[in-house]
Structure formats: structure tokens, C-alpha cells
């Protein structure tokens, strides 16, 4: 036991060795403005120095900047904000109905397995209820990127996100079919 004791007498003592001479080896803390002095080797002893903490501010007008957009400045697609009539899209704060939690006996490996299969059908469902609005938005950004003369390849970003949902909308439909 005293062996023990001793090692960890030795490790506390090293670690606090340790901590007192990074603390040592830091330069001092400055309190205040009016105390703060530069350090010997940077002070020139004939002129006074002459510390000052005014902020300038630029002036704000009233009239937004114009801004001029390359084509190699445009986002990709998939960067755009998702705005359909200038009506931005606002993500829900909150889910719209908890997940049920399972009340069941644990024990019961069949009843617990019938809860997730429930979760995982609820789950492919509401995604093909949300394909729908999901392709109506990109639709309308797609419509929107032509109209302002994007890049083909930004719009065939859009294209083949928009067939992508539109397969995995198809095969969960297959999958809760069968």
C-alpha cells in the first residue's frame, strides 16, 4: 500500500510541478487598459506612446450596395434557399408528433420488434408524403434557375436531385407494398 501512495504522491507533485511552471512561464496578465505597458524589449524610452480604443464605424446607407454575380460566383442548386414567390420555406421548431415511445414489456422480443416495424413504416411513409412538396419546391427553383440563366450543370444538379427522390419515393412505395 505505502508503494502506492508513493506513486501517487509522485504524480500529483509532478503535476503540479507541471502546472505551476506553465503558469510561471506565461506573461503576465494585463488588468486594464490604463496599465497595460508593452513589454522592456519594444518600449522606446524617448516618445511616450499614446494608446487609443476609439471605434469607427463605417456609415450605413440607406440604398443596398449593388452586387455584381459572376457565373463562377453562382451557388450550385442545391446551395440555393429553397423560396417559392419570394415566400421563404421555414423549417418546423419542433417535430409535429412525438415519436411513441414503447410501452410494452421489454421482455416481449416479438411486441418490441412489431413497435419498430410500426416506427419504420411511419417513417417510409411520411417520406413519401414529403417527396411531394420537396419536388414542388426544387421544381420551382429549377424553373427559376433557367429563367436566370444558370449553368446547365447547376441545373442538372437540380434534374437528377429531383429524379433521385422521385426513385426513392417509388421504391419505398414497392417496399410498403409488398
Given at each position: 500500500?505505502?508503494?502506492?501512495?508513493?506513486?501517487?504522491?509522485?504524480l500529483?507533485?509532478?503535476?503540479?510541478?507541471?502546472?505551476?511552471?506553465a503558469?510561471?512561464s506565461?506573461?503576465?496578465?494585463?488588468?486594464?487598459?490604463?496599465?497595460?505597458?508593452?513589454?522592456?524589449?519594444?518600449t522606446?524610452?524617448?516618445?511616450?506612446?499614446?494608446k487609443?480604443?476609439?471605434?469607427?464605424?463605417?456609415?450605413?446607407?440607406?440604398?443596398?450596395?449593388?452586387?455584381?454575380i459572376?457565373?463562377d460566383?453562382?451557388?450550385?442548386?442545391?446551395?440555393?434557399?429553397?423560396?417559392?414567390?419570394?415566400?421563404?420555406?421555414v423549417?418546423?421548431?419542433?417535430p409535429?408528433s412525438?415519436?411513441?415511445?414503447?410501452h410494452?414489456?421489454?421482455?416481449?422480443?416479438?411486441?418490441?420488434?412489431?413497435?419498430?416495424?410500426?416506427q419504420?413504416?411511419q417513417?417510409?411513409?411520411?417520406?413519401?408524403?414529403a417527396?411531394?412538396?420537396?419536388?414542388?419546391?426544387?421544381?420551382?427553383?429549377?424553373?427559376?434557375?433557367?429563367?436566370?440563366?444558370?449553368?446547365?450543370?447547376?441545373?442538372?444538379?437540380?434534374?437528377d436531385?429531383?429524379?433521385?427522390?422521385?426513385a426513392?419515393?417509388?421504391?419505398?412505395?414497392?417496399?410498403l407494398?409488398?
Amino acid at each position: 500500500m505505502r508503494q502506492t501512495q508513493a506513486v501517487a504522491l509522485v504524480l500529483i507533485l509532478g503535476g503540479l510541478g507541471y502546472a505551476f511552471w506553465a503558469l510561471y512561464s506565461l506573461p503576465p496578465l494585463q488588468l486594464s487598459h490604463e496599465q497595460a505597458t508593452p513589454p522592456p524589449s519594444q518600449t522606446n524610452r524617448l516618445a511616450p506612446v499614446k494608446k487609443t480604443t476609439d471605434i469607427t464605424l463605417p456609415a450605413i446607407s440607406a440604398e443596398p450596395a449593388p452586387v455584381n454575380i459572376a457565373a463562377d460566383d453562382v451557388p450550385p442548386v442545391s446551395a440555393l434557399p429553397e423560396v417559392i414567390d419570394n415566400e421563404p420555406y421555414v423549417p418546423p421548431i419542433s417535430p409535429s408528433s412525438p415519436t411513441p415511445a414503447y410501452h410494452g414489456d421489454l421482455a416481449d422480443h416479438q411486441a418490441y420488434l412489431a413497435h419498430q416495424s410500426a416506427q419504420v413504416v411511419q417513417m417510409k411513409q411520411d417520406y413519401i408524403a414529403a417527396v411531394d412538396k420537396k419536388v414542388a419546391r426544387l421544381e420551382a427553383l429549377l424553373k427559376k434557375g433557367v429563367r436566370h440563366q444558370l449553368p446547365p450543370e447547376r441545373l442538372q444538379e437540380a434534374r437528377d436531385k429531383i429524379r433521385g427522390l422521385r426513385a426513392m419515393q417509388a421504391q419505398l412505395r414497392r417496399e410498403l407494398a409488398q
